[in-house]
């Protein structure tokens, strides 16, 4: 049976609402976006719940954003800084997206990422 988009979207909505949900049993709060790709980019760089300056906090969601599209193909890791920050290159463009396309093209990669790592 071949899956609509909107069945499709409202998979991952379902799915990303479940993710929500079980980050703020984690971490006693409703996760944004923003929170997400926080954690994302903390669990990349691995030094864990430290603290991070505005331009930290700025890198950081760079490197979720570069980690999370690393999966559908869009980076590459090059190589780790000798401060343990990781450095992508661009392997190809995001495709033109509409405002709720964006945000639905995050949801679904967001849920890619915390799949490989069997959250």
Not at 16 to 40: E, T
Request: net charge negative; glycine share 4%; aromatic share 12%.
């Amino acid at each position: 049976m071949e899956e609509t988009q909107e069945t499709k979207n409202a998979l991952v909505e379902k799915r990303f609402k479940a993710l929500q949900s079980k980050l703020k049993v984690q971490f006693n709060r409703q996760p944004s976006m923003d929170a997400i790709l926080f954690i994302i980019g903390m669990n990349a760089i691995g030094k864990g719940n430290v603290k991070y300056d505005r331009e930290e906090k700025m890198n950081l969601l760079h490197v979720a954003h570069c980690t999370i599209f690393e999966i559908s193909g869009y980076y590459e890791l090059e190589r780790t800084d000798e401060d343990g920050w990781p450095h992508f290159k661009t392997l190809k463009q995001y495709p033109a997206m509409e405002l709720h396309e964006q945000e639905f093209f995050l949801k679904e990669n967001i849920l890619k990422y915390f799949d490989s790592i069997n959250y």
